[in-house]
Nanobody, 122 residues
Framework: QVQLVESGGGLVQAGGSLRLTCAASGSIFSGYAMAWYRQAPGKQRELVAASTSGGGTNYADSVKGRFTISRDNAKNALYLQMNSLKPEDTAVYYC????????????????WGQGTQVTVSS
């Protein structure tokens, strides 16, 4: 059983930076796929950044060049460095962890945190 807790959100001015942290109660190994999602009021939850089980990364076009996803498996932690923040980045940010199946045919197990609020003014 994996539990995720996000932290690091807050209120910042446009152009500022924040670093979000996702701490897992269970072990998150290199084989886990990890991601950050966000949801703004009245909008659907969207993928912001992903760290694949193969070590690759993907970013939404809207944050490319500004956000960086990283992980520390030894500390069971996932991070999202957010620079040059814009008002459009205002949303609740969620940590997502995906456990690979033990064998082919099994489903991946998904875990979600409760979210942390990021508000960008101006």
């Amino acid at each position: 059983q994996v539990q995720l807790v996000e932290s690091g959100g807050g209120l910042v001015q446009a152009g500022g930076s924040l670093r979000l942290t996702c701490a897992a109660s269970g072990s998150i190994f290199s084989g886990y796929a990890m991601a950050w999602y966000r949801q703004a009021p009245g909008k659907q939850r969207e993928l912001v950044a992903a760290s694949t089980s193969g070590g690759g990364t993907n970013y939404a076009d809207s944050v490319k060049g500004r956000f960086t996803i990283s992980r520390d498996n030894a500390k069971n932690a996932l991070y999202l460095q957010m620079n040059s923040l814009k008002p459009e980045d205002t949303a609740v940010y969620y940590c997502n962890a995906n456990r690979p199946p033990l064998q082919l045919g099994d489903e991946w197990l998904s875990y979600w945190g409760q979210g942390t609020q990021v508000t960008v003014s101006s």
